[in-house]
């Protein structure tokens, strides 16, 4: 994690990381001012905390109260040696707790990270720089200490070139990658999450058997989601991009839709327009670029080349974000090693969506056909060991396709984990299954898995496999356990070179009689594709690009932007609009109109019913405003200081209505309750003196919004890498 510090009066400095700004001071008796904790006390104070939390997690995982657990640490200095000094933690548990879970109890706290770092003892590497925001040579991992070069199945170049290459390829577009934790829990199984650290909403996650495949992996998809635009989906530009020459890319086309909203021509053809506009219901407007919001430019579309005969074949960039997400995309050292990846990825989903919509029933693998492959088994047999009972699964539906399935139960909890991976060597997809699994995750982690079902609607709801594309933590039907298979168990193998295993691939697509098209990128320095297959790939259904596209922010974004300067006619339209549109009340804002906000303010809790109750409040529509803070304090899951200022909000509200009531009688005590400045804030809204308390001003400029403009930031490092490649 990059931390950026500050100097401010005095001694007193400022540490920045994430969004996230801690103040550090000096004691007066070291010529500081004492209005803050010292650093060293800082460093004190986190592994007390770290300890309370891994205590937390244990109870919490097993239904164990924490209202009578009290925990302290104190730290023993050697009168020696000021720097050996013991750190003595102490826990007082209630005696309802059992023999067991107190031995738990203490083991948890011996797995603080905090702890386990100092024990191992940190290196320091200090080094001066010409420039810290130009330096983005990050350390991702030692240096290896031998030069022997690793390979793996489907990999082109060994692992260690592979790393170089991606690392360089960061580093001149100026991104400083940064490793956030490393997980291996069971043998062979790693895996790790990296992100940009300037720009913390870039992040991906790896997997594989060693440290160097898992970082492999990470690096590799973060280029091919830098490659496709995957980190900035759904997200505003800002004014400078969106009125560039080129918004996505240098050979983007923009299509103005007919007099009536027409789709206009040019864009599709007649197999996707048969897929995505098949009873004339989708007009222009629903394909308006999000991220720009360029309504006025047409509809952004980007080529893609149709795979049956190398034709040109513009696709709405709406579209790709809204049915797609990250599914088709990936980078390789060479196109047929990035195809096989994409195709694999296209394959291992659709056969597990197949697969759970139709409660198919999978063969088991043989154990002697685990046998052949031990460093898999010794995971598998871990995990068993560790409590979790595992099947494996052929899930190539008799050989047709090559994808395999691990699913995890949780006896603890009743949930099961179903995992899927597709390569075209039955040992690769094994692996990727099992890696998949244990992705960043711990032991803990697995007891959030939901039960199974019989529910076949549950099962077939198309939130489900949205859910089970993001993390694979969807319902899974009891049918699936079923010893009674519905496919005979098929020891598969298509292995060949990145080339026939690529060519293999589409194969399988052209006998599904599925168009596929292709768009290659490499004008970031990597060789990157992104693959569509319309009517097989998409993620989300089809009817979203009219029902629930994700350009509905524009009928949004720029009314909540500027908030603080609308008058009230304008307010009284967006809230009006807000109630007409059907949204979800508890949606974020956030998500609605595609800002990133600082989690941590107003903003970034604040979701469509709390922006109405503030509007009406503006408004001083009170019935309407009471209604909403009621729904609010019923459903609350804001911060705790948001919830008391609705509290009294809503005894305000009670008392204004009340024709008999004065506020003047009930404002001492409500002092009382709530706090002087509290109710300052709560009488002024109510009264209208304070509008929209909470929310910082800002506009369609996103000023005050680093989180954002952060994000901003990171995108126009790649639009001016394409900027320069279209131009050599």
Known sequence: MEIKVNFLENLRLEAKFDDFTVTADQPI???????????????????????????????????????????SQNN??????????????????????????????????????????????????????????????????APPVSESNTYILGKDLPLEETIANMTAILAKLGMKIEIASWRNIVPNVWSLHIRDAASPMCFTNGKGATKESALCSALGEFIERLNCNFFYNDQYFGEEIANSEFVHYPNEKWFQPGPEDELPEGILDEYCLSIYNPDGELFGSNLIDTNSGRADRGICSLPFVRQSDDEVVYFPSNLIENLFLSNGMSAGNTLCEAQVQCLSEIFE????????????????????VLEKYPSILDGIKSLEANGFPVLVKDASLGGQFPVMCVTLMNPRTGGVFASFGAHPSFEVALERSLTELLQGR?????????????????????NNFVEHFIDSTGVVSWRFFSDKHDYAFCEWDFTGTN??????LMGILEALDKEVYMAVYTDLGATACRILVPGY?????????IWDNTNKALDYREDILNIHSLDDEALADLAERLEESQLDNYTDIKTLIGIEFDENTVWGQLTILELKLLIYLALQQYDEALELVENFLQYNDNTVERGLFYSAVNAVLEITLDDELALEDYLPNLQR?????????????????????????TSMKLEGLDRHLR????????????ELAAQS
């Open 29 to 71: 008796r070291y010529k500081g001012d004492g209005s803050a904790p010292s650093p060293f006390d800082y460093f004190l104070a986190s592994s007390a905390l770290c300890a309370a939390y891994f205590v937390r997690v244990y109870c919490l995982a097993r239904d164990i109260p924490t209202d009578d657990i009290r925990l």
């Open 76 to 141: 023993i200095v050697d009168p020696e040696n000021r720097y050996h000094q013991i750190f003595q933690i102490q826990v007082e548990l209630p005696e309802s707790i059992s023999e067991r879970d107190r031995e738990g109890i203490l083991r948890s706290i011996d797995r603080c990270t905090v702890k386990k770092v100092v024990q191992q003892g940190p290196e320091f590497k200090i080094e001066t720089v010409e420039n810290l925001d130009e330096d983005a040579q990050a350390m991702l991992m």
């Open 349 to 368: 989903r659709a056969v597990k969506k197949q697969i759970l919509e139709e409660e198919i029933a999978l063969p088991d693998v043989p154990l002697a």
């Open 442 to 462: 711990s032991f803990e982690g697995l007891n959030d898995l939901p039960q199974p079902t019989f529910n076949s609607l549950a099962v077939t709801e198309p």
């Open 499 to 504: 080339e026939e295993e690529a060519a293999y």
């Open 537 to 545: 790939s998409e993620v989300y259904p089809v009817d979203d690009l």
């Open 673 to 697: 309750m709530f706090g002087v400045e509290t109710m300052k804030h709560v009488v002024g809204s109510v009264s209208g003196q304070v509008r929209f308390y909470g929310l910082s001003q």
């Open 711 to 722: 994000l901003i930031d990171s995108y126009k490092k790649l639009h001016k890498a394409r």
